[in-house]
């Protein structure tokens, strides 16, 4: 089973904290791996994405590490917001007809304190 | 760019009754588009993919007589639910992949805003 762990389960901060949200893979065909931000009611928006050649992206308070050795990523949050409260997923996919299907960690509840 | 609409937004309906969800990519081609189920305060579970004139692949356990897939076109994919009942009471997503997306994420999926669907 292709599974993608996602931790904490939920996680709340001080507004201007680093939250840190850690997932880790099994599937070393993995290639592709996206955040995405789900507010109540809505659907997921992708927030950043990151792909196994590259240790670190950012982008503007967002950023991803990506640790190709452990199998492990992270979504750091910069000068968090309450604007920012939401549940975050990880998730994961590779390349070539099914693998294409993205892999979701089951997600993150972060609350941002004003 | 990369916008997908899901329609409706709300659903209501009857237990026996079946119900069609339209999935639209607005501003880009999309060969695959991917329907989810969302439970409160839980992940994402894909229930199929669909591709543009093949028939949609199913997920192991997603009964395909009860959530029809059909997607006629490279903007438009449908889920029917089917004789629904209370158990398929639900938040349905669907996302899309962007046929055009080339030296960057290739697997880039864009989701809906999503469904919800209530079966009284």
């Known amino acids: 089973q292709q599974q993608v762990k996602q931790s904490p389960q939920s996680l709340i901060v001080q507004k201007g904290g680093i939250p840190i949200i850690n997932c880790a893979y099994e599937?070393?065909?993995?290639?592709?791996f996206p955040w995405y931000q789900q507010f109540p009611g809505k659907g997921p928006a992708l927030l950043i994405a990151?792909?196994?050649?590259?240790s670190e992206k950012k982008e503007g308070r967002f950023t991803i590490s990506f640790n190709k050795s452990a199998k492990q990523f992270s979504l750091h949050i910069m000068d968090s917001q309450p604007g920012d409260s939401a549940t975050y997923f990880c998730a994961a996919s590779g390349r070539g007809g099914s693998n294409y299907k993205l892999t979701f960690g089951k997600g993150t509840l972060l609350t941002v304190n004003p | 760019g990369a916008v997908v609409s899901q329609h409706p937004s709300r659903v209501i309906c009857k237990s026996g009754t079946s119900v069609k969800i339209e999935c639209r990519s607005l501003?880009?081609?999309?060969?695959?588009m991917f329907w989810y189920r969302q439970f409160p305060k839980k992940s994402l579970m894909l229930m199929a993919t669909s591709n543009e004139g093949s028939k949609a692949t199913y997920e192991q356990g997603v009964e395909k007589d009860k959530f029809l897939i059909n997607h006629a076109s490279l903007t438009l994919s449908t889920l029917t639910v089917t004789s629904a009942h209370p158990e398929d009471s639900s938040f349905y997503i669907c996302?899309?992949?962007?046929?055009?997306?080339?030296?960057?994420?290739?697997?880039?999926?864009?989701f809906g805003p999503g469904t919800r669907l209530t079966v009284l």
């Open positions: 990151i792909r196994p050649d590259v």
């Open positions: 501003d880009f081609q999309a060969t695959t």
């Open positions: 599937n070393t065909a993995f290639d592709y």
């Open positions: 996302s899309a992949r962007d046929l055009g997306t080339s030296g960057s994420f290739y697997n880039e999926q864009f």
